[in-house]
């Protein structure tokens, strides 16, 4: 069956540019979440969306960070004028329970 | 706010040893407990998880049981397999009740 896809899964950019990675959850799933995972600070929880909307931006790291979700599926995570600190694996999961579902990761690297 | 604290790494075993990984746990109330295994090149995989107190998860020979006593939920596997070497999560739901808070990982090494 279908699982959390991610894409890219690797990508590489100069210090400055934008990145958009994108998260297709599994069908059915309301609940998208992305979290970040880095050597210096583990695993962190970055966003949540129930449906379209995300009421819970607590954990984006700062205002370059911002993500939207349509049609209650798809979902991309842009980062702007983007830092070396930036660089980290980039996780999405869905749930439909407290039970989430991660994709493999888009691996960040900021030159 | 709700935490989870597990042991450092790495940790090293020979084929057929028994594993405990610790993991303790601070939050109010009772949130659901999960271990997470991520094998080298892949994404996370939810390996058990346990929803109230005393429950136990269990999953390919693993199991954790849900302390409230100890607040702890520690890893267990009665013979490793050389296939078990992984990095292993600790996790609980967060005060929003959606958002995991995850340990920082315990990196495993099962030699033959």
């Known amino acids: 069956g279908a699982g959390v896809s991610q894409s890219p899964s690797n990508k590489v950019t100069e210090k400055g540019k934008d990145v958009e990675l994108r998260c297709d959850p599994i069908?059915?799933?309301?609940?998208l979440y992305w979290y970040r995972q880095s050597l210096g600070q583990g695993l962190e929880f970055l966003i949540y969306?129930?449906?379209?909307?995300?009421?819970?931006k607590s954990g984006l790291p700062s205002d370059r960070f911002s993500a939207e979700r349509t049609g209650g599926s798809v979902s991309t995570l842009t980062i702007q004028r983007t830092q070396q600190e930036d660089s980290a694996v980039y996780l999405c999961?869905?749930?439909?329970?407290?039970?989430?579902?991660f994709g493999p990761g888009t691996r960040l690297t900021v030159l | 706010g709700n935490s989870v604290t597990q042991m450092e790494g790495p940790v090293t075993l020979s084929e057929e040893a028994f594993l405990t990984i610790n993991c303790t746990y601070t939050?109010?109330?009772?949130?659901?407990l999960f271990w997470y295994v991520q094998y080298p090149g892949e994404g996370l995989q939810l390996l058990l998880k346990?929803?109230?107190?005393?429950d136990k998860g269990s999953n390919k020979g693993f199991e954790a049981t849900y302390r409230k006593e100890t607040t702890s939920f520690h890893l267990e596997k009665g013979s490793v397999q050389v296939s078990d070497s992984a990095v292993y999560f600790c996790?609980?739901?967060?005060?929003?009740?959606?958002?995991?808070?995850f340990g920082k990982g315990t990196s495993l090494l099962v030699t033959p």
């Open positions: 999961a869905s749930s439909l329970t407290n039970e989430q579902f």
């Open positions: 069908s059915g799933h309301t609940a």
């Open positions: 969306f129930q449906g379209n909307s995300a009421p819970d």
């Open positions: 939050a109010t109330g009772y949130p659901s």
């Open positions: 346990a929803t109230k107190a005393d």
């Open positions: 996790a609980l739901l967060s005060n929003s009740g959606y958002a995991l808070n």
